[in-house]
Each structure stands twice: as C-alpha cells, then as structure tokens.
C-alpha cells in the first residue's frame, strides 16, 4: 500500500504570521511532493486560521493550497479534512469543489488492522473543561448563530474572525501553546487514558489543537500522536502500513 498522511495546525492566513505566502507555498510543496506516495491524508483541523462560508462567498485566498487539494484528490487520494475551532465553520465548499471528505466530529478507523481515533482535538482536551471555553465552544456549534452571522456582510464578519483569530494567537507568550505539561496533566493525553479503558482496540491517537510534538507510549498496543503545527515546526506523521513516524518538513533537505 501507499502511505497515509497526518498533518494539522497551518493556520493558513493568519495575521499573525508573517510571509502569509511563504508559509502557504511550504505546506503545498510538501503536499505536491508526497502526492505519488499517498493513498490519503488526514488533515485534523485550523488548517484555516479563519474559514466563514456564506451561501455563494468563501474567504478569499489560499489559492495554491485549494488548488493542490483539488489535484490531490483528482489523483485519487483521499483528502480528509477535519474541522478545527478555528476552520469549523465549513458549508459544502470544500467538499463540491475540491474533493475532500469533510469531518465534523471526532472519527474511528481501521487502517491495514490498527484502529485509529483521529480528531483535532478541541473539546476533548480536558484542559477546555472550564466553563468559559465550554460556553465559547456551545456558540461556535450553535446553527442559529451561524445563520445570524451569515446576515452580516462578509467584508466586516471575515475581517473580524480573522482578527479575532490573530488576538487569539498574539494574546499567548511569544504566540504559542504551552509546552507539554507531562503525561499526568496534559488533556488530550488524559483523554486518551481514559478512552482507552472502554476502548482497548485503539492503537493509534491522532490529534493536532495543541501545537506541540508528542509521540507517546500508552502500553504495549497504543500512542498518542499530536502533531505539532505547520507555523515553525512543519510536523507530519506518516504511517505506512506497519509503522507510524513522526518528523519534521525541511524544505529542499527533507526526504519523503
């Protein structure tokens, strides 16, 4: 078999990350060289820093990036996209015009006899278990407030998410997550332990949300894989049929 993919995290737009364009081109040259090796690829979410789809209107730009998506699976390999909390917002775009098998939730597979959960990872990180970040989250999924949004010209709500998104990022000491907090307090890692006791089958967990590296032994059968982010760490996992590997994309000097 071919290899499947795992990215996550590009953020692509965000307006607190310079060389918008460098960082777009980085992301699909690595897509464009993976494309003959790839049966599919996971993309688990905030692939957009901000994504709002009206009726007939989608977020201007990201151009390249749609564009190798759409080759992607005119090739035939499976784009799966997840949404994050910053990309959760999608109607059918991505799915009529480029291709991609759109997930909206959290989602189980069997891959060459290893079972995976795969998810971005929001929700479920039982850091987000305060009430603030809950109640943000219960707005976020609310239909009726979407379809109010979706009354306000896209000129003022595009630009205010995207803001929104970059004071997000800004907000956090030199724009980033905390570092790994140790298997006893990290949330998705708790998460993980404690799906596991009703779910012993699951071998692999992939999440992205927390931008930070992870590949961690659970027991002798599962990890918990977080991918990292494509901001400065340019993280990808590759699995190949038997084996799962993390790594880091250097452009020019990678072999994939």
């Given at each position: 078999?071919?290899n499947?993919?795992f ?15 460098t960082h ?9 060289a993976i494309k ?12 957009f820093d ?10 201007k ?9 759409s080759?992607l ?15 959760q917002w ?6 009529k015009?480029?291709?991609v ?9 069997e ?31 609310s239909r ?18 995207m ?8 907000k956090?000491?030199d ?17 993980a ?15 992205g949300?927390?931008h930070?590296?992870?590949?961690l ?8 894989m ?5 901001i400065?760490l340019?993280t990808?996992c590759?699995?190949?049929?038997e084996?799962?590997f993390?790594?880091n994309?250097v452009?020019g000097?990678?072999?994939l």
């Open positions: 078999m071919k499947i993919y990215i996550s995290d590009a953020h692509l737009g965000s307006r607190a990350i310079p060389h918008s364009r777009e081109r980085r992301l699909v040259n690595f897509l464009d003959h090796k790839a049966e599919a690829i996971y993309m688990l979410g905030d692939m901000f994504w709002f789809e009206y009726k007939n209107v989608v977020p730009g990201y151009t390249r990036f749609l564009g190798k998506i080759e699976t005119d090739m035939g390999v499976e784009v799966h996209f997840f949404q994050g909390n910053h990309d999608c109607g059918d775009y991505l799915v015009e480029c291709g098998i759109l997930h909206t939730e959290q989602y189980t597979c891959i060459c006899g290893k079972e995976f959960f795969i998810a971005h990872g929001d929700g479920l990180d039982y850091r987000d278990k305060d009430w603030k970040t809950q109640l943000m989250f219960t707005c976020f999924k009726t407030l979407r379809n109010i949004a979706r009354m306000i010209h896209p000129r003022w709500f595009i630009d205010f998410g803001e929104w998104a970059k004071r997000s990022r800004l956090r000491e724009g980033k997550e905390p570092d790994y907090m140790g298997e006893d307090k990290e949330g998705l890692v708790l998460f332990k404690d799906y596991l006791k009703t779910h012993p089958s699951i071998n692999f967990f992939m999440f949300h927390r930070i590296e992870l590949d032994i659970l027991n002798k059968s599962s990890r918990v977080i991918l990292g982010e494509w400065s340019f990808y590759v699995f190949d049929g084996n799962m993390m790594d994309y452009e000097e990678t072999e």
